[in-house]
């Protein structure tokens, strides 16, 4: 049976919704803005974080209030129909993703609601238990770059892992330096982004030192040039991809057929089409992995449940928030980190 078919009829009752801020300030340039979906009724709550990344956007939506019409009697496939017919923002934003990042989180509280209401876990109506996660740590190398913070994590957590945003600017002194700590499991080029603050020109240069450099490490998002494709064409089995994935349809249209793929839910906007890309990729044997989006609140643990239930042997980028600091921080969990569920809804009991 396929996955959404153990959720779609699923009862829900929504007597209505709040609003919760929360933010972070991850450096002097950025500030981390989220908004957390409260769903009630029949004396329940779930919850659901809205990651969109525009900060005045989180800010416009929790001045607006909870305005949307949402009260009634649903299933988790009515409420999710409905969802697409009501404005989730007063004016579409500038990138369609928002769309996807704002639904989840309101389809994400839905399914938490209607789990609570009904007494059962996630793991419970899909039949899988929840497993420890392998998890890797994720960022940037700063400006100028430096291996110093992964350093000072290792000295912490040895056999920690890392996913980590190639540049142009790492020297031939970096690259020595990552190849001798032999911790990197994934390099994310950055090259499917366009319009962002992390946008990644295609760099043929920078694309040969990272698959010389890498021979076993995966290759995240590179963009596809008359340049860069004939060095990727001989990596194409360590090829994944991550932005462009929001469909079962975008997996399918890849120029190679990929061995795994990031599965970020809040990039498939809705339940159906997250599962209908679990059911796919187990299908056809390809491997999936959990991604991150910078959540400060329930969404994190929406991420690790999932890995947990679907991915758990994986290079998941959903280590818990800790490993985000700029600083290394002592008493963080450990990869595999162990995810237990709480005995309803769609939470995960850290």
């Known amino acids: 049976m396929a996955l959404y078919d153990l959720v779609r009829d699923l009862p829900l009752v929504v007597d209505g919704y709040d609003l919760e801020s929360h933010e972070y300030v991850a450096t002097q340039d950025f500030t981390r803005k989220t908004t957390v979906i409260r769903l009630t009724g029949r004396g329940e709550e779930g919850l659901g974080e809205d990651v969109t990344y525009d900060g005045p956007l989180q800010e416009a939506q929790q001045q607006r209030g909870p305005v949307l019409s949402l009260a009634g009697e649903w299933t988790i496939d009515s409420f999710s129909r409905h969802l697409g017919t009501v404005a989730l923002f007063p004016e579409p934003p500038d990138r369609h993703d928002y769309l996807d990042y704002r639904r989840w989180a309101f389809e994400s509280a839905a399914l938490d609601l209607a789990l609570r209401q009904t007494g059962r876990s996630l793991g419970e109506v899909v039949g899988r238990e929840p497993r420890p996660v392998t998890f890797v740590a994720s ?96 990596h194409a089995a360590r090829i994944t991809w991550d932005a462009p994935i929001h469909d079962v349809s975008d997996i399918e249209t890849l120029r190679w057929p990929p061995r795994t793929v990031n599965v970020k839910p809040s990039r498939f906007g809705s339940i159906e089409r997250l599962l209908a890309a679990y059911d796919y990729c187990e299908a056809r044997e390809i491997g999936a992995y959990g991604g991150g989006q910078w959540e400060l609140s329930i969404g994190r643990g929406h991420i690790q449940l999932l890995a947990a239930l679907f991915h758990p042997d994986t290079p998941n980028d959903v280590a818990p928030g800790g490993y985000n600091a700029t600083e290394a921080l002592p008493g963080l969990p450990a990869s595999p980190l162990r995810v237990a569920a709480r005995k309803t809804g769609f939470q995960a009991l850290l």
């Open 139 to 234: 960022g940037g190398l700063g400006d100028p770059p430096s291996t110093a913070r992964l350093n000072a994590f290792l000295a912490l957590y040895p056999t920690l892992r890392f996913k980590l945003d190639a540049r142009p600017d790492w020297t031939d002194a970096i690259f020595a330096e990552l190849q001798g700590l032999g911790c990197v499991d994934s390099i994310d080029l950055k090259g499917q982004y366009s319009g962002t603050v992390v946008d990644n020109p295609p760099d043929p240069g920078l694309y040969r030192r990272v698959l010389g450099a890498f021979p076993e490490a995966w290759i995240e998002d590179p963009a596809l040039t008359d340049e860069t494709v004939p060095l990727l064409e001989p």
